[in-house]
């Protein structure tokens, strides 16, 4: 017992250091290591695992919408990436370059991919020529390098795991309608599997991504009501065709510019799950991405019966589930805490008692509750268990937004909104960068989330400078 | 009907000029595109999905003999590389080197890893101190990089696409068995999934990775008589962990070395797939990783209901296959054509008296037999004409491989049977580096393949020195 102790000692309370707990969960549910590459991170095989499912039920929905899977190469070479201007200025800082390859100086240097849209670009320009080849729904799995200055696991790294899909049209209303398709796909993503309610809505111009016409995004909220992009969906016009010289002739036999998207998540998909979902015992994890679902803990265990009725159970339920029996000499306190922190959704108990009875405990991850199950029903008790501890991390989740969202209508209100009360704010705007620089400016790093979809109107004026406001804007602090 | 024959005029026979044929097939089947990356290659979604599909099977595979994943950071510091000599001196001079980023040169360059046999050591150092941690059973899927002077795709680009397996163990005797294991599985894999039989065998010292204490390979023979390395298996003993300090605490207390493996196979195997079992037609794809297993084409699709049926027919199948109705404005000719460009296994014809007959037609990718089959049992049909598919391919390789295999005793006769045969030559030899090297270059080319785990004694002495023959060699040229 006194392992356990340290165990749960070893964890930092989150409302005593909220970031200190998240370094604490990620290195003690065993989710990720560092590395002497400064920036990087290693995922190790727990966190890879919560990748592979986020991975697996993703790619999944967009295959089902008509997307394709491709691989571009790793590298850009400078001329390439300097096509179109925008995106060159908003990616060359932060850029990896190789410039020695095979022991000799490269006559033009190749950068680590950033974003993939200008290999897009070339390969679209050699692929596309009439009407028949479009819409082109193409995605990528891939991993992809932001020198950052200061790194935190899963949430800024300098490479990091992503998807980015690229897509061209024939139309502008076709690519836009993709652009919010994707950006919904996400939406239902993060509720159904993740357990995350989230805001979304456009980007205002200062935010948009670089070269994009529009930027969508969507903005789930952390426990400590601190907002993390979660995932963004850019409408590019035909800039990049133009650029690219990227044509085809139209139904009409007239030659055209393709209308472009793109759209993309990435690993810090992990640190959104971590920071919306976990408590003081560790991490917890929504059923639909758990590699754990289920962890069988044997009572008693040297008691005769009990290790093999435990490793039937297993059997069992791995047909079904993603489960794990743990029959190894720790003691019991010990691995309860180990699989709390570990945050498998649900806990099974098996004693010499439960056998006699026919029987087990189930555990909750989320409420704790206990509830003792026959054997005889244990899949529908165990689905029922995990649905709930689904249903239980949303109306979490759905709580603290609504309980960390105000309103400001002046500048007054929302600087003593955000000091005292943090979280996010929505506000009205007039549309004016120089509204959001000041409000960044006199918060000292608060940020326009976005437009949402659902806006309502608070008052007539901008909460910044008081002239007519054209939106209301969700403002917040960001990861 | 002119198009068809445009299309098949555009394939180069493979009897002509085997090396165009296979670039004609590459490009022509969709599989890959050039970039204006040197050496890099984009997988389109046709060859990116045959890739998927090879993931999908040899992940389950590693999975099954309780391998875990893992994703470990892309780049390796140079001082990290240096660490074991061996290494070293094998993999810098094919290195891309990143010298600057986020716009400063860096302090230490970092190399895009080639392989990352020194990542994973860091990381065991880490997570390795008693014998409890052993066995460490991890695989990464992940993009790699080495610079290369020729590129072709799919054989040797200067990035690919692979997976790397890295294991500690507490014993030299768990190691090298894993390291055998490995092989076995790519074997299987190789027999079941890619329809390709291989000889499988142990490097020669001259041919082992570098760093490793034994290799050993699988090694397919293509179309033409060339070999193809088709995948590998380490055994490292200890002097990686040596090199970088990993240690731990055994069963009788006392601080040991682990014994290390690594394997790996990667995007090459498209490459052997096309050349071992492709035709004058283009690609045929073994069932088992075909992105298209059947595809249907409707007869006179403008008459009446034949659409309806032949969608009817698709979804009912996409039930149980990966299933595509080609229903396009073509002609039926160039659908004929081009799935056989592609190399789907089997075609699956529907006309108006078809319909009327309750029945389809199968056509068989390798063989062309026709076969008219009832709709009502239509899977039973389609399941017999995969795995004939799959079994003829298998059949026709073992043919190839047989037929292209001799023997020789003496030099002379090596020499001729290289230069009037090709293929593979079974030789004894003495064990002497320098017979591998006059070989080489008395053939301009003819490497040792490996001593094959089933070896045979043809005569007592090397073929090349005439001194005590130590082992047989399967030699021969490669891509």
Same mark, same amino acid.
Not at 42 to 60: H, K, S, T, V
Not at 174 to 195: G, I
Not at 446 to 456: G, L, M, Q, T
């Given at each position: 017992?006194?392992?356990?102790?340290?165990?749960?000692?070893?964890?930092?309370?989150?409302?005593?250091?909220?970031?200190?707990?998240?370094?604490?969960?990620?290195?003690?549910?065993?989710?990720?290591?560092?590395?002497?590459?400064?920036?990087?991170?290693?995922?190790?095989?727990?966190?890879?695992?919560?990748?592979?499912?986020?991975?697996?039920?993703?790619?999944?929905?967009?295959? $089902?919408?008509?997307?394709?899977?491709?691989?571009?190469?790793?590298?850009?070479?400078?001329?390439?990436?300097?096509?179109?201007?925008?995106?060159?200025?908003? @990616?060359?800082?932060?850029?990896?370059?190789?410039?020695?390859?095979?022991?000799?100086?490269?006559?033009?240097?190749?950068?680590?991919?950033?974003?993939?849209?200008?290999?897009?670009?070339?390969?679209?320009?050699?692929?596309?020529?009439?009407?028949?080849?479009?819409?082109?729904?193409?995605?990528?799995?891939?991993?992809?390098?932001?020198?950052?200055?200061?790194?935190?696991?899963?949430?800024?790294?300098?490479?990091?795991?992503?998807?980015?899909?690229?897509?061209?049209?024939?139309?502008?209303?076709?690519?836009?309608?993709?652009?919010?398709?994707?950006?919904?796909?996400?939406?239902?993503?993060?509720?159904?599997?993740?357990?995350?309610?989230?805001?979304?809505?456009?980007?205002?111009?200062?935010?948009?991504?670089?070269?994009?016409?529009?930027?969508?995004?969507?903005?789930?909220?952390?426990?400590? #009501?601190?907002?993390?992009?979660?995932?963004?969906?850019?409408? @590019?016009?035909?800039?990049?065709?133009?650029?690219?010289?990227?044509?085809?002739?139209?139904?009409?036999?007239?030659?055209?510019?393709?209308?472009?998207?793109?759209?993309?998540?990435?690993?810090?998909?992990?640190?959104?799950?971590?920071?919306?979902? #976990?408590?003081?015992? #560790?991490?917890?994890?929504?059923?639909?991405?758990?590699?754990?679902?289920?962890?069988?803990?044997?009572?008693?265990?040297?008691?005769?019966?009990?290790?093999?009725?435990?490793?039937?159970?297993?059997?069992?339920?791995?047909?079904?589930?993603?489960?794990?029996?743990?029959?190894?000499?720790?003691?019991?306190?010990?691995?309860?805490?180990?699989?709390?922190?570990?945050?498998?959704?649900?806990?099974?108990?098996?004693?010499?008692?439960?056998?006699?009875?026919?029987?087990?405990?189930?555990?909750?991850?989320?409420?704790?509750?206990?509830?003792?199950?026959?054997?005889?029903?244990?899949?529908?008790?165990?689905?029922?268990?995990?649905?709930?501890?689904?249903?239980?991390?949303? $109306?979490?989740?759905?709580?603290?937004?609504?309980?960390?969202?105000?309103?400001?209508?002046?500048?007054?209100?929302?600087?003593?909104?955000?000091?005292?009360?943090? #979280?996010?704010?929505?506000?009205?705007?007039?549309?004016?960068?120089?509204?959001?620089?000041?409000?960044?400016?006199?918060?000292?790093?608060?940020?326009?989330?976005?437009?949402?979809?659902?806006?309502?109107?608070?008052?007539?004026?901008?909460?910044?400078?008081?002239?007519?406001?054209?939106?209301?804007?969700?403002?917040?602090?960001?990861?």
């Amino acid at each position: 017992m006194a392992q356990d102790k340290k165990l749960v000692e070893q964890i930092t309370s989150m409302d005593v250091d909220f970031a200190q707990w998240y370094t604490d969960v990620v290195k003690k549910a065993e989710l990720m290591d560092y590395s002497s590459v400064k920036g990087c991170m290693i995922f190790r095989p727990y966190g890879y695992a919560i990748w592979e499912n986020i991975q697996r039920e993703l790619d999944a929905r967009f295959k $089902a919408t008509g997307h394709e899977n491709v691989y571009m190469p790793m590298f850009i070479p400078e001329s390439l990436l300097q096509r179109e201007k925008d995106h060159v200025e908003g @990616f060359a800082p932060e850029c990896a370059w190789v410039t020695i390859g095979g022991q000799n100086e490269l006559s033009e240097r190749l950068c680590v991919r950033p974003t993939s849209e200008t290999l897009f670009c070339e390969h679209f320009k050699n692929i596309i020529h009439s009407y028949r080849d479009l819409p082109k729904l193409y995605n990528q799995w891939c991993s992809v390098v932001r020198w950052e200055k200061t790194t935190r696991p899963f949430l800024r790294t300098s490479e990091f795991l992503w998807q980015e899909g690229h897509t061209m049209h024939e139309t502008a209303e076709e690519a836009k309608a993709e652009t919010l398709r994707m950006l919904k796909v996400y939406e239902d993503f993060y509720f159904d599997a993740l357990a995350i309610p989230a805001i979304t809505g456009q980007k205002t111009d200062k935010e948009k991504f670089a070269g994009a016409e529009q930027t969508y995004t969507i903005e789930p909220m952390m426990h400590n #009501g601190v907002a993390l992009q979660g995932g963004t969906s850019h409408y @590019f016009g035909d800039g990049f065709a133009k650029a690219f010289d990227i044509t085809f002739t139209d139904r009409e036999n007239k030659v055209s510019y393709p209308h472009q998207t793109s759209w993309g998540v990435s690993t810090r998909m992990i640190g959104a799950i971590i920071m919306c979902h #976990g408590d003081d015992s #560790g991490l917890i994890l929504p059923p639909k991405i758990a590699p754990i679902q289920a962890v069988i803990i044997p009572i008693a265990q040297h008691k005769e019966g009990v290790l093999e009725k435990a490793a039937e159970l297993r059997d069992r339920l791995a047909a079904k589930y993603r489960v794990k029996l743990d029959d190894s000499d720790q003691s019991t306190g010990w691995k309860f805490s180990q699989y709390e922190m570990k945050g498998v959704p649900v806990r099974i108990e098996l004693g010499p008692r439960d056998i006699e009875n026919n029987s087990c405990v189930l555990v909750s991850r989320v409420t704790r509750e206990k509830k003792v199950v026959s054997l005889d029903s244990l899949e529908s008790e165990v689905d029922a268990m995990l649905a709930q501890v689904h249903d239980e991390l949303v $109306a979490r989740a759905k709580k603290n937004l609504a309980a960390k969202t105000h309103t400001a209508t002046t500048l007054d209100e929302f600087i003593d909104v955000d000091k005292n009360q943090g #979280g996010f704010i929505k506000a009205m705007w007039c549309g004016d960068v120089a509204c959001e620089d000041k409000i960044k400016d006199i918060t000292g790093g608060v940020k326009s989330r976005c437009i949402p979809f659902k806006e309502e109107k608070l008052s007539d004026v901008c909460v910044c400078c008081g002239k007519p406001a054209k939106h209301m804007v969700v403002w917040g602090r960001q990861y």
